[in-house]
């Protein structure tokens, strides 16, 4: 009698305890695998914030695109851009050597000392930490970490003015050298945008390194700029249609 008391009040915690832990293993990425990640839950009964492909992990389509998104901070020549319009998904939190960067060895105290000037130096820790900085193809040998990481504060990046950036902010960095993907990324023709339709709606703007990984942006051997994803199948046809041809025959109206 005892142990079945027992085991019906421990039911619902078990219960419990396993729902919460199903949501942590359904876990899918939005443009590339270690960058911008989401677990998926329910908004309300029966509605997900997101879909996620049981194939390749990633995100298939939204229930609500602003899902842990802020307003994006200030940018040049996007002061037109109503308040609270333009959000993002904050990733410091997310980055686990931020942290350990700012605070255990690179304070001023381990190494002693900050770096008195930009040029290259062999870092054999940060190379076992990230193997690609050793081969760092980002900048075609012409740069490397402290073009990018504040030389004092290293939980932040640097501008061209050598004054500290946000990582949710990356494109302050990003436009020092790429000043034209920077304004195609402004103007909406380069990058990736989910939300409303309508020009003045609001829209989830995805940040450079949601799509480039800064320490390997060639990725690798294929030399291509950006992470190569893997293709999904297409959507299955409404029930009742064979195939596709509907939609040769009742063209879109210009």
Same mark, same amino acid.
């Given at each position: ?33 270690? %960058?911008?990640?989401?677990?998926? #839950? ?15 992990? %990633?995100? $298939?389509?939204? !229930?609500?695109?602003?899902? !842990?998104?802020?307003?994006? !901070?200030?940018?040049?020549? $996007? ?15 997310? $980055? ?7 605070? %255990? ?11 008195? #000037? ?30 990018? #990481? ?31 993907? $920077?304004?195609?990324?402004?103007? !909406? ?54 195939? %596709?041809? #509907? ?8």
């Amino acid at each position: 009698m005892i142990l079945a008391v027992c085991c019906a009040a421990a039911t619902p915690a078990f219960a419990q305890e396993a729902a919460k832990q199903e949501a942590k293993e359904t876990i899918c990425f939005e443009s590339r695998k270690g %960058a911008s990640e989401i677990t998926k #839950h329910e908004i309300k009964p029966g509605l997900p914030n997101v879909k996620c492909s049981p194939t390749t992990g %990633a995100t $298939l389509w939204y !229930g609500d695109p602003y899902d !842990g998104t802020v307003p994006m !901070g200030k940018m040049p020549l $996007l002061d037109g851009i109503p308040e609270g319009k333009a959000v993002v998904r904050p990733r410091s939190e997310k $980055l686990n050597l931020l942290g350990m960067c700012a605070t %255990a060895c690179h304070n001023g105290v381990i190494p002693p000392g900050f770096p008195k #000037h930009k040029k290259p130096v062999p870092i054999p820790t940060m190379e076992s930490l990230l193997p690609e900085v050793k081969n760092l193809q980002h900048g075609r040998g012409r740069i490397w970490c402290l073009d990018c #990481h504040h030389s004092t504060k290293r939980n932040m990046l640097v501008d061209h003015f050598g004054d500290p950036v946000s990582f949710d902010q990356p494109q302050l960095l990003c436009g020092k050298c790429h000043g034209d993907k $920077l304004r195609d990324w402004r103007d !909406g023709i380069h990058g990736k945008r989910i939300g409303e339709f309508v020009s003045t709606g609001k829209k989830r703007w995805f940040v450079c390194t949601e799509c480039h990984n800064p320490h390997d942006v060639q990725d690798g051997a294929r030399n291509k700029g950006f992470v190569q994803i893997a293709p999904e199948s297409p959507p299955q046809l409404p029930n009742g249609m064979k195939d %596709a041809k #509907h939609e040769s025959v009742h063209g879109i109206a210009h």
